[in-house]
């Protein structure tokens, strides 16, 4: 039985980890608007600056963020009987790449680049899935 505690600590890291998607996308379009500007492109380094900014907005700080949310979820919706336990394993897959997603900030790190894009489209995939199975039994449940 899952004890409401256990709920609420789950719900607050799964905030934690939509609101830490939002605002890096939100802050990324914000950053990638005022690199493209003629004036900051005009001078190189705030250009350089702004553009690395963007891509770690963009990349690491999203994917971690759906990295919290894929796992919170693979691990506290197949508790609840609302997914099934192979779906929860696959998030929880999903979610441990995404963490090592942090690798590609380093500088030495180019191979690891990769693993943004993967995460971030199998993060989508996954959380579309789940909310899609997660919706099908609510609505057995309540028939």
């Not at 702004?50 to 994917?63: K, N, R, T």
């Not at 380093?106 to 919706?135: C, K, N, Q």
């Amino acid at each position: 039985m899952v004890r409401s505690t256990d709920r609420a600590q789950d719900s607050m890291v799964v905030f934690a980890g939509g609101l830490l998607s939002a605002l890096g996308l939100f802050l990324n379009g914000a950053l990638q608007w005022v690199a493209e500007r003629p004036e900051t492109l005009a001078n190189d380094q705030a250009a350089q600056l702004l553009h690395q900014m963007v891509f770690v907005l963009g990349g690491p700080v999203v994917v971690i963020g759906s990295a919290l949310l894929v796992i919170v979820g693979a691990v506290s919706l197949p508790r609840a009987k609302l997914l099934p336990t192979w779906l929860g394993g696959l998030g929880v897959g999903i979610g441990l790449i995404d963490l090592t997603a942090l690798v590609s900030v380093l500088p030495e790190s180019v191979d690891m680049m990769i693993l943004l894009p993967i995460g971030r489209f199998t993060s989508m995939a996954w959380l579309l899935t789940a909310a899609i199975v997660v919706t099908r039994n609510l609505g057995k449940a309540r028939t």
